[in-house]
């Protein structure tokens, strides 16, 4: 069994800033991308970021230039920071990874693994 637990959600003003972090555990054998999506309510969920193994970003626009995505790799963790939060990136964010778990000692399978969300609200 493999989980994604987010942490780092909370209430911001306007201009402020967070940062959200995914653990990844379990049967793990590698774990090629990581990334956030949003879904504001009544919107479909979004790509916000997300980062390849090797370390390459992918932002949407709305938050090129104010999220940073970085990761660790021995630690299965991936971080979003977000500065200038506007009342628009409001939404609950959901890390997501594609992983290779192991089945036994000579099988692995992939999946794709989403956390459980966490809710960041920019309001003043």
């Known amino acids: 069994q493999v989980q994604l637990v987010e942490s780092g959600g909370g209430l911001v003003q306007p201009g402020g800033a967070l940062r959200l972090s995914c653990v990844a555990s379990g049967s793990i054998h590698s774990i090629s991308v990581m990334g956030w999506y949003r879904q504001a309510p009544g919107k479909q969920r979004e790509l916000v970021a997300d980062?390849?193994?090797?370390?390459?970003?992918n932002y949407v626009d709305s938050v090129k230039g104010r999220f940073t995505i970085s990761r660790d790799n021995a630690k299965n963790t991936v971080h979003l920071q977000m500065n200038s939060l506007k009342p628009e990136d409001t939404a609950v964010y959901y890390c997501?990874?594609?992983?290779?778990?192991?089945?036994?000692?000579?099988?692995?399978?992939?999946?794709?693994?989403w956390g459980q969300g966490t809710l960041v609200t920019v309001s003043a």
């Open positions: 980062i390849t193994s090797g370390g390459v970003p």
């Open positions: 997501n990874a594609h992983m290779l778990v192991v089945v036994d000692a000579q099988r692995y399978r992939y999946l794709e693994v």
